[in-house]
């Protein structure tokens, strides 16, 4: 009785669907139908052999990008390569859809900015602005369970975002909502 992998199954699912594809992109790279079929066979050989296979966000695209690199490699191997056939690599070139390092760090540093400016926020405008644009609250159902009139309601909402951005647009500097001296707030 036969035994089936995870790796086997894996292949089924994720890689053998998208095999006329990979063969179309294959013929586009090389002069011939065989180079085409010995190019995805190599590539799809080398993914069986890939330890960590089941960690591959996006197999098709991993596999394009295998075939990519193994015919530059073997472009390189070659003492005559043919131009056309290395411009015809660049198709290939798939956009990583996942964000650099650098945005990660920056979008984690800009959410917690921004979660710095809400929480700066005089109690009243924050409860509205987190209630309405961060829960997705109605504006009525707010202003009812705060016992307060929907004029009211659009006032500290409209007096929050004016706040945030006027927050925004200092750069690095810490947020404090005009007035606080005269209220008894203490600056940080």
């Known amino acids: 009785m036969p035994i089936i992998r995870p790796i086997d199954r894996w292949f089924a699912e994720e890689i053998f669907p998208h095999e ?65 056939q290395l411009l015809d690599t660049d198709h290939l070139a798939l956009a990583d859809e996942a964000p650099s390092p650098y945005r990660v760090a920056a979008g984690r540093d800009a959410l917690r900015r921004v ?15 987190v209630r309405r644009r961060v829960h997705g609250e109605s504006a009525s159902a707010i202003a009812r369970d705060l016992g307060i009139s929907q004029s009211t309601f659009e006032k500290r909402l409209g007096r929050a975002i ?4 006027a927050s925004a647009l ?19």
């Open 20 to 84: 006329a594809r990979f063969h179309a992109a294959a013929r586009r790279i090389c002069k011939t139908r065989e180079e085409a079929e010995d190019l995805v066979q190599e590539a799809l050989t080398r993914l069986f052999a890939i330890n960590g296979w089941g960690e591959i966000v996006n197999p098709p695209a991993y596999v394009l990008q295998m075939l990519r690199h193994i015919a530059i490699e073997r472009m390189r191997r070659q003492r005559v390569v043919d131009f056309q």
């Open 115 to 129: 979660g710095e400016m809400v929480a700066a926020l005089p109690e009243r405008c924050r409860t509205v602005l």
């Open 162 to 165: 004016q706040l945030l951005a």
């Open 170 to 188: 200092v750069d690095d500097a810490p947020f404090e909502p005009e007035g606080a001296e005269r209220r008894g707030v203490t600056k940080r």
